[in-house]
């Protein structure tokens, strides 16, 4: 079983080195992470680390130049989801991996063709667990929701879900069963919990879009 | 109220590791375990969780809660991010019936140590732990390091008297 966790994000981005990260998350029980915004080093650390480019506010008409330059260099290509338009374009991109920080997107952002795409070309949906922990009240409320919006289409459609810490400190690591807990808040299947942990896997070692027959 | 034994509230104890570069308090410790419950359940949960804190002996706590909502209690410790304004984590580790049992899981050698140590040619005061793990001891001076590196990250390191 490989437990990943998602996205962390290492110095300089974050606070902690990405050896570090690897000692803290091999001992919390990951068998391995995602390192954002950071270049591939050749170094071995405690767990496997794959690097991933992570962009933010790129141009729809940018995206695709910037997805194929990242996959030479990185092992994943995460892009952040903006409104619906834009996610349909994101997931529509040859090499794009991971669409992230749906919980900011506009309502609708995600809809069910979104959903539809994102299943038939093997893009992770990327959920963090970090507004469930820093927010409160009005705002936890609307993240829930939407966090519940998603398994509701991920349950009809079954595209990848991605769970990740977003960590930039060393306070903002969770356990995989402290991840379980913080998302049988939103959806009560473990079982699909357990499989979102995994998923990163199966995202990267993708052969290609699925043809309809 | 004096009750039977046999009438007593059956109890569950949660053994939690708490991250910080703190130490704190079991009053602030529980104050913030309230808000979270609080925070996540309401009033009318939190009275059946009716979580306490039991213990605090450096980064580990024994909580207290009732039995059949430990894994409330969890979640809800999980949603911890910082105490009494400080960031922390706090990690639930083991739950069981005794705290005794908890007390002998408890690892016992938590030392930490003094040093100094050279990151990237600029020596700075450091804090080693468990497994190599290293802490900077002043924090946001050094905006060209990490804060929480590894032995494998120094260039040098050597322990202070």
Redesign the interface.
Known sequence: MHVFDGCVF???S????I??YA??LS??GFSGCVAASMAPVNRIYDIPVWTARYLTEVPARLLSREAGRAIQVNDLVYVQAGDAGYNRNILTTQGVHVMTNLHTTPKDGFDRYCAQLAAEREIGVDLSVRP???L??GA?QKVIRRYEEIFTLQNRYEFPIVLSSHAA???????P??MI??F??VWKDENLLWESLESICLIKNRTGPVVEI | MRLRPSMRENFRYVLVRI??DSVFESRDLYRSIAESVV??YGDRITAQIWPSVMQVSGSYAIIRCRRGLE?DL??AL????QIQGT???I??LRTSGTIRTLKEKMPLCTEKRSAKAVISGVPCDVVVSM????DLKEKGIYHE??????E??TEDLYYDE
């Open positions: 290492p110095y300089p974050g606070t902690v080195s050896a570090r000692r803290e001992s919390l469930l922990i820093e409160r009240d936890r400190d060393i306070t903002h690591l969770k356990s069963r402290e807990r913080l049988s808040l | 991250t910080s925070s996540l894994h969890e979640t999980c949603a911890i991010s960031p922390a984590a990690h639930p497994q190599g793990r290293i390091i990490p804060r929480y590196i590894t494998e990250d």
